[in-house]
């Protein structure tokens, strides 16, 4: 994604990297084959994204069109691929995706010559299970900048209220064009933000949350952020997985992001202007979820929250480790997840000592806790100033 | 197939060949000490045994295959269930036994032909289309259950395809005790490897449960309603020893579950069989004879089985999809055979071979029948199969053996440490065990480590594939899905509409509380309820939706 986002490059088209959504169509669980492709992928300098098996159409394309990736790779391992494909083309296409770089791969009959003709026909490209996976990151690198020299951007034209599709494709326009104004809503959409470390189970939390929250009629969107490695470009952008049951939902929209581990200026301007893209689309409420975070101070994420919700382990969390700097410290609310799992008497009674503000004791496995934090959320909402 | 009585067992020169050999047969036996003797004897009896005795790495039956050869069982389903009929007519011909019905990925989701959203491309595809019990009846039209066993590869509705056999027995006044088949109903593998799967694992097994418990009830042993299967986390990618650990682990999940129920352990582990891949090798034939010896041992001093139908195990085998391939297609052939004879070296109890053409649609009649006559060649031609554990004794099996249960026993310790099979699953370790492997052998494919005779090496020399080879015979999918749609259509056109309501009413009322659900479920599917009526529009509600880790 942007380079802005990673601190570097100041020219106004910096050329970030492709994204691709990888998918099974809805009755092949064959994930072999994905999970072979994500660290390739990668190392292609292409950030894929993988959103769960077991999808119906409707999901797919609704993911596709939020996520407004550059390139789909579908596998296909059973079932007919003419009919499997050229289904997907036609739902893309009804939903103004019509552009998008597509790869496809499998066994069985994909394999047939005659099948692969077709499916050219269709424009997709077939890959085998022959093919080095190298030659897919070349194409799709290919094919991306020869789409980005010829794209036509999109008018600045900002109606009243954005679509699903429109802000979709503003989000991208903002990830390529990093000068890009957006003109401020009228409602600002509050903005929650839910950090802590790697694997304290901040997506299936959120998808607790959300579950919750998409019951109340209001309007959510989610920024979800994976981190790029210091060695391999891409990012693996797999939050999604986490949420599946959340993205058939008209009242959220959801997409992903990749970056750097620190928060620039420029990656926080980024992410202030998606929320007011977000904004505009008519959502109340805008959860970032950042990549796992530890001890560096990243005082700016606090520019971008009116709500800094830190998530933390009982079994990690202590006096020694309150007392030491780190983001926490910016923390409104604080939420001891897998409580269900690791007792919590050590980490509450440091949180009583070196921690002012409230904490919850939560589950995203067993539910606890969670109507608790909605409640707490929404109070906030409605007390907030600018909303 | 079994010989008359008093046959004299001799090789084609005219030997004659005992049931079965062991240490006392080795040509030198009279020249060992009587200390000797006496070791070599006692070693036999602890680690050996007979065929047929305690705890039968040998084989399960004294006699082998003599009486008896495995049943062909050659997996069969596409289009709509009259032309599945046809097909299973015509295996009939060719000498089978035993049925097995492969159903589309529509049906095995416990979705309908009419669900827009997810059945477009997959109807009567990959297996046959089943909605509701009139396809079920269609399906086994002229074949009577009491003389054919039926095998049925389903497992996430499961319940429904019990259900419907059980009717479809009932339109036959067959009575339930006359019953003999399997249903593989093994929601565990499913969420470890094969997918398919919606419910969380204690509703998964409750209905598997509810199954044995009906089995146990009202039908006799013979059937069986469930059937641990490995084979897909082989074809995976799983190892030898993996496939054997996580395959009895999670039968003795499933067991322990029905223990905890109350249920009898000779009563259930009678009606559990398992189901294993075969890709041909020594190590397959190891892990057969590690896989009846672990699962005798165990279910006699863990679970106190004590009957021979519950501690000897049956198996089936299918060959290795995977192994096959496109490249020189008509090899297949031969990897069939070799597999299917390491199937009969092991002594499984019912096998399918694969056929040739398989590997980029389905297989041509042709084609099946060479997969027919392949097991019938292996099985009967050569005699090979009128000695017992032909392999038993030999130095390198029983090392390898030994080492299968050696790992497999490794991983039940892991498993165990770990709070249980139940546990590990949801964790997704066997899962990620899995995975590490497949990883590692891609990796030994790619650098040629693992050579494929026409892929990886001897490819191209004579130049390539006959004409022939590349003919394939495909669906018309838009047409069956049509056909079947139609088909559905009608049954929903002209059922009962309110006694569907009123019995899918009480089905998930009942599934709130404890009841066995067998009979509601009948009931449903006796009012034509459909499969997706029945799993996702009424039972789903109740159990919720599950994924594990990753899905």
Not at chain 1, 83 to 96: M, S, V
Not at chain 1, 216 to 222: M, S
Not at chain 2, 326 to 352: D, F, K, P, W, Y
Request: glycine share 8%.
């Amino acid at each position: 994604m942007n380079r802005f986002l990673a601190g570097g490059g100041d020219r106004e088209t910096d050329m970030r990297t492709p994204k691709i959504l990888l998918i099974k169509p809805p009755l092949d669980d064959h994930d072999r084959p994905i999970y072979d492709l994500i660290v390739p992928l990668r190392k292609a300098g292409i950030d894929p994204i993988w959103t769960g098996l077991q999808q119906p159409w409707s999901q797919i394309v609704k993911t596709a069109l939020e996520e407004d990736a550059d390139a789909i790779g579908v596998s296909v391992h059973t079932g007919d691929p003419a009919i499997l494909l050229g289904k997907l083309k036609t739902e893309l296409e009804r939903a103004g995706l019509s552009e998008k770089i597509l790869v496809a791969g499998g066994s069985g009959e994909i394999t047939l010559p005659d099948m692969q003709a077709k499916l050219a026909g269709l424009g997709y490209k077939v890959f085998l299970s022959g093919d080095a996976v190298e030659n897919i990151g070349a194409y799709i690198m290919e094919k991306f900048r020869e789409n980005q020299k010829c794209s036509v951007s999109i008018t600045e034209h900002f109606e009243s209220r954005l679509s699903r599709h429109l802000l979709a494709k503003h989000i991208t326009r903002l990830e390529n064009i990093n000068l890009t104004l957006v003109p401020p809503p009228k409602k600002k959409s509050f903005r929650v933000l839910l950090a802590g470390p790697a694997g304290a189970g901040k997506s299936s939390l959120l998808n607790k949350i959300l579950e919750k929250l998409e019951l109340r009629e209001i309007k959510i969107g989610v920024m979800l952020c994976d981190p790029r490695g210091p060695k391999e470009k891409g990012a693996f952008l797999g939050d999604r997985v986490w949420m599946q049951e959340r993205t058939l939902s008209e009242n959220i929209f959801i997409r992903s992001f990749s970056q750097l581990s620190n928060y620039s200026r420029r990656s926080v301007n980024f992410l202030k202007k998606v929320s007011d893209l977000f904004a505009l689309w008519g959502a109340d409420i805008t959860f970032l979820e950042t990549i796992g975070m530890g001890q560096e101070s990243a005082a700016r994420l606090g520019e971008l929250a009116d709500l800094f919700i830190w998530v933390a382990l009982p079994n990690e969390t202590d006096s020694m480790r309150l007392m030491k700097g780190g983001a926490h410290e910016l923390a409104d609310l604080v939420l001891l997840n897998k409580i269900d799992k690791e007792p919590s008497f050590k980490a509450e009674l440091a949180l009583k000592q070196h921690f002012q503000n409230p904490y919850f004791k939560v589950s995203a496995h067993t539910g606890e806790g969670i109507d608790e934090v909605c409640e707490f959320i929404l109070e906030k909402i409605k007390n907030n100033p600018c909303g | 197939m079994g010989k008359p009585k008093n046959t004299r067992f001799e090789t084609l020169s005219g030997i004659e060949l005992k049931t079965f050999y062991g240490p006392e047969d080795l040509p030198h036996f009279e020249d060992f000490s009587s200390e000797t003797k006496k070791e070599l004897v006692e070693w036999r009896r602890k680690y050996l045994g007979r065929p047929g005795e305690f705890p039968y790495p040998r084989g399960i039956y004294e006699e082998g295959y003599r009486k008896q050869l495995p049943t062909i069982r050659q997996f069969c389903g596409e289009r709509t269930a009259p032309y599945t009929n046809e097909l299973l007519h015509y295996l009939i011909g060719l000498g089978e036994k035993g049925l097995s019905v492969a159903y589309d990925a529509v049906t095995l989701h416990g979705r309908d032909s009419d669900s827009e959203d997810w059945s477009l491309g997959y109807v009567g595809k990959d297996g046959v289309a089943v909605d509701t019990l009139d396809d079920f009846h269609d399906l086994l039209k002229g074949i009577s259950l009491e003389k054919y066993s039926l095998s049925q590869t389903i497992n996430f509705p499961a319940i429904v395809f019990f259900s419907m056999y059980l009717a479809e027995a009932k339109a036959q006044e067959i009575p339930a005790k006359k019953l003999r088949g399997t249903i593989q109903s093994d929601i565990l593998k499913e969420v470890i490897k094969q997918k398919e799967y919606r419910f969380p694992l204690k509703h998964g097994l409750r209905l598997m449960g509810d199954m044995m418990e009906y089995s146990i009830m009202n039908l006799n042993f013979g059937f069986y309603p469930d059937n641990a299967s490995g084979y897909h986390m082989s074809e995976g990618g799983a190892s030898a020893s993996q496939e054997l650990a996580f395959t009895l682990k999670n039968a003795f999940a499933f067991i322990e579950y029905c223990l905890e129920r109350g249920m009898n352990a000779n009563d259930v582990m009678g009606r559990v069989s398992l189901f294993f891949n075969c890709k041909g090798t020594w190590e397959d034939i190891a892990k057969f004879r590690a896989a009846r010896r672990i699962w005798a041992t165990v279910g006699k001093e863990k679970y106190g089985a004590a009957s021979y139908r519950a501690l000897a195990l049956k198996f089936h085998v299918q060959n290795s999809g995977a192994s096959f391939r496109s490249e020189e297609a008509r090899n297949n052939i031969q990897r069939g055979t070799l597999q299917c004879l390491a199937a009969l070296l092991g002594g499984a109890q019912s096998v399918h071979i694969n056929s040739w053409n398989e590997t980029s649609s389905l297989p041509t009649r042709e084609a099946v029948k060479v997969s027919v006559r392949t097991q019938q060649i292996v099985g009967e031609e050569m005699h090979n199969m009128d000695i017992v554990d032909v392999l038993g004794g030999s130095f390198a099996i029983e090392a390898l053996t030994w080492e299968m249960e050696k790992r497999a026993t490794d991983y039940f310790k892991a498993i165990d440490e770990m709070g249980g099979m139940l546990k590990a699953i949801e964790l997704g370790y066997p899962q990620f065990e899995i995975r590490k492997t497949s990883l590692e052998e891609a990796q030994r494919m790619k650098n040629g480590k693992i050579p494929v005779v026409g892929v990886n090496t001897h490819s191209g020399e004579a130049g390539g594939d006959s004409q022939d080879d590349n003919e394939f015979r495909r669906i018309i999918t838009l047409e069956v899905h049509e056909e079947q749609k139609k088909r559905l259509a009608k049954v929903k056109k002209e059922r009962d509409q309110s006694r569907v309501a009123r019995s899918l009413e009480r089905l998930s009322s009942e599934a709130k509380g404890n009841a066995n659900l067998v009979e509601p479920v009948l009931e449903a599917v006796e009012a034509r309820a459909t499969v997706e009526e029945i799993m996702i529009k009424t039972l789903e509600p109740v159990f919720g939706r599950w994924r594990g880790p990753g899905d």
